[in-house]
């Protein structure tokens, strides 16, 4: 982190009153991130199925931890993860960050908090799966130990997919 001015907190997610604001930081991001690899559709169609208030509030009561990375108290990201199938895995469902804070350090720190916070749950694999078009992230995965474990292609309904590598971490090390 370049700017001493920043001061990059991790925090959860306090209430429903939050919902609106990880989708309006989600839209920001994902118009970004995805306008060259995903149609404007697509977007909103993946932006409603997985940021609308029910959907952040069913995932909340399955377990899932929803964190936003804020400079000052500001939003400025965001990541979701959880067990997954069992005890031995943890996924990282979203690692999203505003692209103004890209090539900072923030996007490996918040991978080391998810990595720290898999360990400390006991699991013995971290895994997640990102868009195969998706340099920028592929590129920092890699750099923080991430490996290919699959490619995948699933039908997300509406005539869209998402074609993904899945990614991992062994946490035994």
């Known amino acids: ?6 001061k990059i907190t991790i925090e959860p997610l306090k209430n429903e009153t939050e919902y609106p604001i990880a989708y309006r930081l989600a839209q920001e991001i994902w118009d970004t991130t995805y306008k060259q690899i995903l149609s404007p559709e697509q977007i909103k169609y993946m932006l409603d199925m997985m940021y609308a208030p029910e ?29 997954y199938h069992g005890k031995d895995t943890m996924k990282l469902h979203k690692l999203y960050l ?3 804070y890209h ?11 998810v990595i720290a916070a898999a360990k400390k749950a006991g699991v013995r694999k971290l895994i997640l799966n990102v868009n195969k ?10 750099r923080n130990g991430f490996k290919l474990v699959e490619k995948v292609k699933n039908d997300i309904g509406n005539g869209f997919y998402m074609d993904d590598f899945v990614m991992g971490i062994d946490l035994e090390k």
């Open 133 to 142: 078009e998706n340099a920028r992230a592929l590129r920092a995965y890699e």
């Open 98 to 100: 505003s692209d103004i």
């Open 103 to 113: 090539g900072r350090g923030i996007g490996s720190m918040m991978l080391q908090y």
């Open 55 to 83: 959907v952040i509030e069913k995932e909340l009561k399955e377990g899932i931890r929803f964190e936003f990375v804020k400079d000052n108290g500001t939003p400025i990201g965001f990541l979701s993860y959880g067990l």
């Open 1 to 6: 982190m370049n700017n001493p001015k920043e």
